[in-house]
């Protein structure tokens, strides 16, 4: 067993066992990126913190059941998962139709290419699409270009934003996040595809300069 | 060959790993000879790996601590 | 085995973006080797054979000594494990221009031999000549434009190419910008260009006789790797690579 199992199975142990500083430790930990999931649910931040609270009821009342099949951090998320869908009724099981429908962002996106007919670049690029130099953390620029983004996901519609939030910036895999919100792997990638180049978009924006 | 349309269209399916062999071929071949297909793969990437960077906000104290009331409660309730 | 590998400037992996163990002067690089089964485009350490060259042009050139049972696909060779041997220095900035501007000049003459071909003399060399002036891009566009060519013939396509070389974009009026705004490296345009060239050839043979295109692109293509192993002092192309 991998020494990540042995911990897992240990700090398990100890939470059945009502030890409240390994549970403390636990909610530090997951808490601050549940808290994000649940913003992508629930707009509402004190609904947010709502769903957070409830997750972590639910997550000790499960927890004699908690059998290690999965890692402890995908069972929470799954919690979460649920206890959202219910509290925010976006269905967990179905994926909205209008998100998979072409955006208007994507619509413009189709300016930058030659059309189907041109005699020479048919379909190609008109830009130039630089490659972006890397940012000074903490520069003038990072920070306009973390606004963006910030600014960005929140326009996103729901189900691209639970996807790229997942994947992106919780580093969830592809599996965990079809199975947490019940999406074909084939209906995943379209939902990040559009996602991404949105976020690329907005980066361009800024980084263009 | 690919067209740079098509491209746009697959660099997620490509990143994910879920193109064929041929197909993944073919984009790699456009990509090489493509200048402004390669920014945009670069762009693609660099997209992904910046949002990767963001720590989520801090976690209200106010939240943690009716959390941890809850905990004491389920645990009295425990015994 | 040793086979050639080209990677973007840092010694970084265009597709991977895995930064690749550089050789000391005493040594090789260190090994990079992957687990489980060497499959094309999804595992394995990438490189090419000789005549490949240029499908893969990037900033750096670089030998690599390759390890392990090598699979040969079409466009590559693909091994477990491989290290870098050495930098070839002769590709360099100047070597890719000087290939773009191989390439520009022979879409020219293709455009010009057109042009005489269909009676039109004079301006065949009119073409010719202002390859060789002062603001060769602008000269070959504006011709180009005045001969009212064909929009998809070999005339434009060398505009296009003329505008590439230093630059712009293709489609683009003469006042748009030009490289201060940013644009590919000399090695980046280079693979752009010489594929470009290679396609125009084709589409040309294609046009005197249907089904053509593909031995013609692909022979363009061994003419241009001949050229490049020869300019970098590689062994010639023969049967043997």
């Known amino acids: 067993m991998s020494s990540k199992a042995v911990d ?31 913003g992508v649910y629930a707009r509402d931040s004190q609904v947010a913190a709502e769903i957070v609270q409830e997750t972590w009821m639910a997550v000790l009342r499960g927890l004699g059941g908690f059998e290690s099949r999965s890692s402890l951090r995908t069972w929470v998320f799954t919690i979460l998962g649920n206890c959202a869908s219910r509290r925010t009724k976006m269905e967990a099981r179905s994926t909205p139709l209008s998100s998979l429908e072409v955006s208007g962002g994507e619509q413009d996106e189709l300016e930058c290419f030659f059309g189907a007919n041109h005699p020479r670049w048919a379909s190609c690029w008109t830009t130039i699409n630089n490659r972006w130099d890397a940012l000074p953390e903490d520069s003038l620029s990072a920070r306009e270009a973390e606004r963006a983004i910030v600014e960005k996901l929140k326009l996103l519609p729901p189900s691209q934003s639970a996807v790229i939030t997942l994947r992106d910036l919780e580093g969830l895999s592809s599996d965990e996040v079809c199975s947490l919100l019940g999406l074909s792997h084939g209906n995943q990638r379209v939902l990040l595809h559009r996602a991404r180049l949105a976020i690329r978009r907005a980066l361009q924006e800024v980084l263009d300069q | 060959m690919f067209t740079c349309r098509q491209i746009y269209d697959l660099v997620t399916e490509y990143d994910e790993g879920s193109l064929e062999t041929g197909e993944r071929r073919q984009f790699e071949q456009h990509v090489v000879i493509c200048p402004p297909c390669r920014g945009f793969l670069s762009q693609m990437r660099d997209t992904r790996d910046r949002l990767g960077q963001y720590s989520p906000p801090e976690f209200p104290a106010e939240l943690e601590d009716s959390i941890v009331n809850a905990f004491r409660t389920w645990k009295k309730e425990q015994q | 085995m040793i086979a050639y590998k080209f990677l973007s400037s840092g010694a970084i992996g265009l597709f991977s973006r895995h930064a690749w163990p550089t050789p000391t002067s005493d040594a090789p690089g260190e090994w990079v080797r992957v687990d489980g089964e060497v499959k094309e485009c999804l595992n394995g350490v990438h490189a090419c054979a000789k005549s490949q060259l240029v499908e893969w042009l990037d900033d750096e050139l670089w030998e690599i000594e390759l390890d392990g049972a090598v699979l040969e696909a079409d466009g590559a060779v693909i091994a477990p494990a491989g290290r870098l041997v050495r930098r070839l220095e002769g590709w360099n900035d100047e070597c890719a221009r000087a290939f773009v501007g191989h390439c520009v000049d022979g879409t020219v003459a293709l455009a010009a031999e057109s042009l005489a071909r269909e009676g039109r003399a004079t301006d065949a060399e009119a073409l010719l000549a202002s390859r ?110």
């Open chain 3, 132 to 241: 060789s002036q002062p603001g060769a891009e602008l000269k070959v566009f504006e011709l180009a434009r005045n001969l009212e060519e064909d929009q998809s013939g070999p005339v434009r396509f060398a505009a296009d190419m003329a505008r590439l070389e230093h630059g712009g974009r293709p489609e683009l009026d003469a006042d748009a910008p030009t490289a201060e705004a940013g644009g590919p490296t000399p090695a980046a345009l280079a693979a752009n260009l010489g594929f470009v060239c290679a396609h125009i050839t084709a589409q040309l043979a294609e046009q005197e006789s249907a089904g053509a295109y593909a031995e013609s692109f692909a022979r363009e293509r061994v003419s241009q790797s001949s050229w490049l192993a020869e300019k970098l002092q590689l062994e010639p192309l023969g049967d043997a690579s």
């Open chain 1, 8 to 38: 897992e199975r240990e700090l398990v142990a100890r939470l059945r066992a009502g030890d409240e500083d390994a549970f403390i430790r636990l909610v530090e930990d997951f808490g601050p990126s549940m808290l994000r999931v649940a």
